[in-house]
């Protein structure tokens, strides 16, 4: 057998399964795994200006291809502590990525050494193994084991621990006959699936709900094929928007408190049945309320973790398995009873819920100067194709963008759901870009997050990862100046200040342009609704020129309420006037106002 370093040896596991690209940073600890990279190569590392930015890159990366593994790299003190917040973002959503943290030697690990800290500890309640590795021969194992944990059951972050010293003993190690071990997903029976779809057959306006789980399994194909053989309409989750395109006569719009459609959730209010795939009913869909999302339905849940099922609310009846298991079943017996003429015609309820999303529209065309968030979003569905890849996390833009956007394929929308990281958005939009290097990457990201890790930007410059990134900017951490609606204040959220580099701002504070611009990008600001238009073709034609992020700032009006509500999904606030006309929303998809 081969001898090498056990550093060496996970390199190798890395490249046979399947890792190509890496974000991270050195450090001493962490040389010796870095040494090998360099040694034994196959790897593109990618050097994050902060590790907390190099764990969001691997999820972008992740989040971007079927199959993706993101792998994140630094040192166990500080840096590992950094990536935390990547490994809950992860976890909540159900993204494997990989966390790679060199440690002090074994023999000092309970001697306070220098940045010798007990990351497995720290991380083990967010990923589904934390290990610090304390024999050299158990490396390939670990590394083995961990991507057998992060692609079976429910997905998720693994983090291994290297002490300096394991990562430079020699092992014995033959690569050439390693194999990954089997993944294990839970699979439905035909039985269950038989039993849903006689309750689904009970009903009269049933809806399909396809979570995050449809786009994980890289089943949407089959539940755009499941929802027209029985004709039953789709509500996608957040983190399942692009399950079904938008476009699409079974597409019913997205329901919840905050990033939903006033006809999705006219239209989950009308319905009888519920199945949901892959979702995990949280608590921005279904709202605090649950007696308004649940009462009058019979539900069905299906999802990949235990667990979940009964975990916000019971439902009739639960099935434990991956959506795409799953839905080979549903699309199987549902041709079946179609075949044999079983399947009740649903077409005067889903054309009950294309009636509502044709009408129930919000109203997007504004000329106001300074800009109203609402026309940035039509601006951007008439500039960007079907294929485009949108990146964001958290605020007003986040929600609004959800409520005004087109999403036409799985991946399109790529979104820290449950967590919801400020800062995420930027690093995040590098490692999908990564993962895509020809597609159309665009960002989205309200001032604050965009500052919040601003610096990544050089990551893009310096290892030419084109994208287009829209800061939409109102000086103001908008979605808490909303929230503190309740409290009557608007206290320690402002972001304005008379900056003195830059007056034509007239008080918007940080100067973007100029921040991204040393930072190696280029950048454009708009003023007027009627230039954004011309702004975001330029802005794609410099992505495409000189190969780096482009920014795109547009200045909005300082404080706009967005439609949202405290409590059920009967309840949202619609604080800016409704569509009237079809020209106050000329970029919706099905528009039959007068």
Known sequence: MARMTAAQAAVEILKAE??????????????????????????????ARHVEGASHMAEGYTRAKAGNIGVCIGTSGPAGTDMITGLYSASADSIPILCITGQAPVAKLHKEDFQAVDITSIAKPLTKMAMTVLEPAQVPGAFQQAFHLMRSGRPGPVLIDLPIDVQMAEIEFDIETYQPLPVYKPSASRAQIEKAL???AASEKPL?????????????????????????????????????????????GMVGLQTSHRYGNATMLESDFVLGIGNRWANRHTGNTLDAYTAGRTFVHVDI???????????????????????????EVARERKAAGLLADRGAWAASCQERKGRLLRKTDFDNVPIKPQRVYQEMNQAFGRD?????????SQIQAAQMLHVYGPRNWINAGQAGPLGW?????????????????????????????????????????????????????????QAQRAFDMDYHVQLSFENVNAPELNGYGVDHVKVAEGLGCKAIRVFDPNELGAAFEQAKKLAAEFRVPVIVEVILERVTNVSMSGAGIDAVNEWEPVAAQASDAPSALLNTLA
Do not use: C, K
């Not at 890792?19 to 593109?44: E, K």
């Not at 009739?316 to 298991?325: E, K, L, M, N, T």
């Open 18 to 47: 399947g890792v190509t690209h890496l974000f991270g940073l050195p450090g001493a600890a962490i040389n010796p795994f870095y040494s090998a990279m360099r040694t034994n190569g196959g790897l593109t590392h990618i050097l």
């Open 198 to 200: 006689d309750l689904l």
């Open 208 to 252: 399909i709900i396809a979570g995050g789980g449809v786009i994980n399994a890289d089943a949407a194909d089959l539940l755009v094929e499941f929802a027209e053989l029985t004709g039953v309409p789709v509500v996608p989750t957040l983190m399942g928007w692009g399950s079904i395109p938008d476009d699409h006569e079974l597409a019913a």
């Open 305 to 331: 973790e235990p667990t979940q099922i009964g975990r916000v609310f019971a439902p009739d009846y639960g099935i434990v398995s991956d959506a795409r298991a799953a839905l080979e079943l549903f699309v």
């Open 388 to 396: 485009t890849r949108y990146v964001t996390t958290i605020g007003l």
């Open 425 to 481: 958005t930027l690093p995040a939009a590098l490692g999908v870009a990564t993962a895509d290097p020809d597609g159309t990457v665009v960002a989205l990201s309200g001032d604050y997050d965009f500052q919040f890790m601003i610096e990544e930007l050089a990551v893009g410059a310096q290892f030419n990862i084109p994208y287009v990134h829209v800061v939409v900017n109102n000086a103001y951490l908008g979605l808490i100046r």
